[in-house]
């Protein structure tokens, strides 16, 4: 079964930056659309950005577009999420998650990762 793990986050200042990797075992990310998630303690899940399969479309919320970039390397099997102009409302935990379906933000992916902590502090 597909395995998806998270890895980048940390504590950075405002206005600072961040990359953070979604590494997925067992199966190549080809053929999968990818999502990033995240979620702060108390509120719902938002879906912030999506890559689809192969020809990587890629789609941001609104609350990151412009600051954030999704990139793939098939190569590595990895899924990348640049974050720059970091402000605290983007402290939440990000996840990952992959589908067989089309690129999309909201939450109805087949597999998800475990996350990964994002905090935005001076």
């Not at 405002?14 to 999502?35: E, F, K, N, Q, V």
């Not at 979620?39 to 609350?63: F, H, L, M, V, W």
């Not at 999420?81 to 992916?109: H, I, K, R």
Request: hydrophobic content about 30%; some cysteine.
């Amino acid at each position: 079964q597909l395995q998806l793990v998270e890895s980048g986050g940390g504590l950075v200042q405002p206005g600072g930056s961040l990359r953070l990797s979604c590494a997925a075992s067992r199966y190549t990310l080809d053929y999968l659309a990818i999502g990033w998630f995240r979620q702060a303690p108390g509120k719902e899940r938002e879906g912030i950005s999506c890559i689809g399969r192969r020809n990587g479309a890629t789609t941001y919320a609104d609350s990151v577009k412009g600051r954030f970039t999704i990139s793939r390397d098939n190569d590595k099997n990895m899924v990348y999420l640049q974050m720059n102009s970091l402000n605290p409302e983007d402290t939440p935990v990000y996840s990952c998650a992959a589908t067989f379906g089309t690129c999309m933000l909201n939450d109805t992916y087949n597999y998800w990762g475990q996350g990964t902590q994002v905090t935005v502090s001076a």
